[in-house]
């Protein structure tokens, strides 16, 4: 069933948008309480942290940018949850903004939105003073490019489970040549100028092909990430033909965030969780 856009009517009279979960009950649990236990097995399980952990209570600041994969959390969960534990211990930043590929062709090729996204563990606040900052340039608004998307949606249920008080931007990219995720990049961190935030680039790694290749080419892609090589990546994705859905946000991020060190906390496929002939590969990552 489409989701559709609706609008309610605030105590202070005032129109909001909210952008409704499109996978919830798919990629991830339908309910509050088969969500969060959802997550908790993905932070114990075999392939997890191996523990639930708890919010740090001060910021320590030494993670400023996440790579986080988005597949069903069967899958990916257990991958993804290495990156929200690291952040969790590390303290949330003020605000997030999460970095997802178009999968479906919709909208802008870059498009933020100023729409707050509700998922079954409430409603995840749009920074809409930032949304503003960030559309800007090659950056778009479109609500379009974001009904359907699920690469940015997964992400939050993480922080959710930590904190409801945090606010975010999220940006999908559908154009992700190495020059646009360049320039998305320069308007994130100029719009952040000031502020405390942590960019989350949200991307699968290779896709249907064997473990043994999946880890061969990921390895590739992943050893450019490590080295901040943003150009790098981009070469590697298209010479090696990686089919890493998500490049462009990655790349976006590590413009962004300039950061000095990249650590590899996670990798896996999801051969390692159900035995399959073609797998798709998983990282997380996180950047300071």
Same mark, same amino acid.
């Given at each position: ?15 909001? =948008?909210?952008?409704?979960? $499109? ?5 991830? =649990? ?18 997890? !942290? ?22 069903g959390y069967m899958y990916s969960g257990p991958i993804a949850a290495h990156g929200y534990a690291a952040l969790a211990e590390d303290g949330f930043p003020e605000v997030f903004i999460i970095l997802g590929p178009n999968h479906h062709g919709l909208g ?11 998922? !079954? ?58 020059? =646009? ?24 790694? $290779?896709?249907?092909? $064997?473990?043994? =290749? ?59 969780? $159900? ?14």
């Open positions: 069933m489409p989701v559709l856009r609706k609008t309610i009517i605030s105590p202070k009279n005032h129109l909001l =948008s909210m952008r409704y979960a $499109s996978v919830a009950g798919q990629f991830y =649990s339908g309910t509050e309480t088969a969500l969060r236990q959802q997550i908790e097995d993905c932070f114990t399980h075999r392939l997890g !942290p191996g523990h639930v952990p708890k919010l740090a209570k001060e910021r320590k600041g030494r993670i400023r940018g996440i790579v986080s994969p988005h597949a802008s090729g870059v498009a933020m939105t100023a729409h707050d996204f509700e998922t !079954p563990l409430g409603v995840m606040q749009n920074d809409k003073e930032l949304a503003a900052a960030i559309h800007n340039g090659i950056v778009d608004d479109s609500m379009l490019a974001h009904r359907h998307e699920h690469s940015i949606e997964v992400q939050l249920p993480f922080i959710q489970y930590f904190s409801n008080d945090r606010k975010f931007v999220p940006i999908s990219m559908m154009m992700q040549d190495y020059k =646009s995720a360049i320039q998305v990049g320069q308007v994130i961190r100029e719009a952040v100028k000031g502020r405390d935030a942590v960019i989350i680039a949200s991307t699968d790694l $290779s896709h249907y092909i $064997s473990p043994e =290749s999946a880890k061969e080419k990921d390895t590739m892609a992943i050893d450019r990430i490590l080295n901040l090589d943003a150009k790098g990546l981009y070469d590697t994705v298209r010479k090696n033909r990686i089919t890493m859905c998500g490049f462009g946000p990655v790349m976006a991020m590590m413009e962004a965030v300039q950061g000095k060190k990249a650590e590899l906390l996670k990798y896996a496929n999801s051969g390692d969780v $159900s035995q399959m002939a073609e797998v798709v590969g998983y990282a997380s990552i996180v950047v300071g």
